[in-house]
T-cell receptor, first 114, second 114 residues
Framework: DTAVSQTPKYLVTQMGNDKSIKCEQN?????MYWYKQDSKKFLKIMFS???????INETVPNRFSPKSPDKAHLNLHINSLELGDSAVYFC?????????????FGPGTRLTVL | AQKVTQAQTEISVVEKEDVTLDCVYE???????LFWYKQPPSGELVFLIR??????QNEISGRYSWNFQKSTSSFNFTITASQVVDSAVYFC???????????FGTGTRLTIIP
C-alpha cells in the first residue's frame, strides 16, 4: 500500500563507484521529484519530472542523472560518487505541477560514501 | 527568489506545555502556498498543512494550530499540550504559484521531554 517507495533504504559504497536509487509511486501522480537532505537536515530540490519530462534541474553536478522510464518511476543514478554525496535522498510525487499540490515523500535513502 | 527562515534551530519543552514554531518567508510573488511538514525520528516527511496566500484565516486541527500573517510574512505553528510523539524536526516550506519548486526552511528540531 506504500504510496511512494524507494530502494534501497540504505546504501553504503566506496568513493568513485556508480550507484542508483529507485523510486516508484502508485498514486497516479504526474510529477515526481528528487530532494537531497544533508547532515544538517537541510532539504533541497534536485530534479522534478512531469509526465517523464524534466522540469526542474537545480545546480546539481552532472554526475547525477535522473531517469524516468514512465510516470510512476523516477530513478536517480550517481556516477563517480564523492564523500560529499553522503546524504539522505528523498523521492516525492504530486498530482500535477501546481504550487498548491501536496507532495508525498518516500521514506528516504541514506547514502554513505566511504 | 524565495526564502524561508526558521530561526529556532532547536526547542525543548516539557510535555503538556504549548510550543510555537516560527516561520518567516520572503517572496516577490503575490500568490503562493505555504506548507508545514513533520519529520519524526523515523525519517519520513509527513505533510501537515497547506495554506494559500489569500487565506489568512487561522487553522486549528486538534492540538495543532497555524497562524498566517501576511503583514509580517509569517506562518507560525503552535502545538498545544505537547506530547512526546510530537518530537520531530518540523519544516516550513513555500511554493509560489506557477512554480512547483518547494523551498524549505532549515527546520526546527522539537524535543518534548516526558
Amino acid at each position: 500500500d506504500t504510496a511512494v517507495s524507494q530502494t534501497p533504504k540504505y546504501l553504503v559504497t566506496q568513493m568513485g563507484n556508480d550507484k542508483s536509487i529507485k523510486c516508484e509511486q502508485n498514486l497516479g501522480h504526474d510529477t515526481m521529484y528528487w530532494y537531497k537532505q544533508d547532515s544538517k537536515k537541510f532539504l533541497k530540490i534536485m530534479f522534478s519530472y512531469n509526465n517523464k519530462e524534466l522540469i526542474i534541474n537545480e545546480t546539481v553536478p552532472n554526475r547525477f542523472s535522473p531517469k524516468s522510464p514512465d510516470k510512476a518511476h523516477l530513478n536517480l543514478h550517481i556516477n563517480s560518487l564523492e564523500l560529499g554525496d553522503s546524504a539522505v535522498y528523498f523521492c516525492a510525487s504530486s498530482q500535477g505541477l501546481a504550487a498548491a499540490d501536496e507532495q508525498f515523500f518516500g521514506p528516504g535513502t541514506r547514502l554513505t560514501v566511504l | 527568489a524565495q526564502k524561508v527562515t526558521q530561526a529556532q534551530t532547536e526547542i525543548s519543552v516539557v510535555e503538556k506545555e504549548d510550543v510555537t514554531l516560527d516561520c518567516v518567508y520572503e517572496t516577490r510573488d503575490t500568490t503562493y502556498y505555504l506548507f508545514w511538514y513533520k519529520q519524526p525520528p523515523s525519517g519520513e516527511l509527513v505533510f501537515l498543512i497547506r495554506r494559500n496566500s489569500f487565506d489568512e484565516q487561522n487553522e486549528i486541527s486538534g492540538r495543532y494550530s497555524w497562524n498566517f500573517q501576511k503583514s509580517t510574512s509569517s506562518f507560525n505553528f503552535t502545538i498545544t499540550a505537547s506530547q512526546v510523539v510530537d518530537s520531530a524536526v518540523y519544516f516550513c516550506a513555500l511554493s509560489p504559484l506557477g512554480n512547483e519548486k518547494l523551498t524549505f526552511g532549515t527546520g526546527t528540531r522539537l524535543t518534548i521531554i516526558p
